[in-house]
């Protein structure tokens, strides 16, 4: 039986949104990629972009467990010789919520040509509300990835 491969004709990209409060970042956002990458669909090839398009609101709600904001460390480096920067989660969390969401995403995305074209259908908003209503996308439902309370 020969492999099918889709035809960038034959590819049908649908919207979600993803409603981030309360949601554990990594268990988040691995599910997030592989919606991007189109592995959720029996039609995923891995040389082809058939992903969808996600929509994240409410960044600035997302949970790290176990104390990881306070202890976990996020670097970038400027360019310039000695410009490496580092700060904790909770100061890129307080600072830039929607970036500190969107980087753990885009770090589970192959490092490809394929990869940069999978993460620009990723849009992230800290807060609840976006402004891509006209594509009518639908809730995506990330339920084990609820951060359990304790009491």
Same mark, same amino acid.
Do not use: C, F
């Given at each position: 039986?020969?492999?099918?491969?889709?035809?960038?004709?034959?590819?049908?990209?649908a919207w979600h949104?993803?409603?981030? !409060?309360? &949601?554990? /970042?990594?268990?988040?956002?691995?599910?997030?990629?592989?919606?991007?990458?189109? $592995?959720? $669909?029996?039609? @995923?090839?891995?040389?082809?972009?058939?992903?969808?398009? *996600?929509?994240?609101?409410?960044?600035?709600?997302?949970?790290?467990?176990?104390?990881?904001?306070?202890?976990?460390?996020?670097?970038?480096?400027?360019?310039?010789?000695?410009?490496?920067?580092? !700060?904790? @989660?909770?100061? $890129?969390?307080?600072?830039?919520?929607? +970036?500190?969401? @969107?980087?753990?995403?885009?770090?589970?995305?192959?490092?490809?040509? /394929?990869?940069?074209? +999978?993460?620009?259908? &990723? $849009? *992230? @908003?800290?807060?609840?509300?976006?402004?891509?209503? =006209?594509? +009518?996308? +639908?809730? &995506?439902?990330?339920?084990? =990835?609820?951060?359990? =309370?304790? =009491?």
């Amino acid at each position: 039986m020969p492999t099918y491969s889709p035809k960038a004709s034959e590819i049908e990209r649908a919207w979600h949104v993803v409603d981030a !409060e309360g &949601l554990v /970042l990594g268990r988040m956002a691995t599910e997030v990629a592989n919606v991007l990458r189109g $592995k959720h $669909k029996p039609t @995923y090839a891995p040389h082809i972009d058939t992903g969808d398009h *996600v929509i994240i609101v409410n960044a600035d709600k997302v949970v790290l467990t176990a104390g990881k904001a306070d202890r976990k460390m996020v670097h970038h480096h400027t360019g310039y010789p000695g410009g490496i920067r580092s !700060e904790t @989660y909770a100061d $890129k969390m307080r600072r830039r919520p929607e +970036q500190a969401v @969107y980087d753990t995403v885009r770090g589970m995305i192959p490092k490809t040509r /394929l990869g940069r074209a +999978q993460i620009t259908k &990723l $849009k *992230v @908003y800290a807060g609840p509300t976006h402004p891509h209503s =006209a594509q +009518q996308p +639908q809730p &995506l439902e990330i339920a084990h =990835a609820r951060s359990r =309370a304790r =009491a």
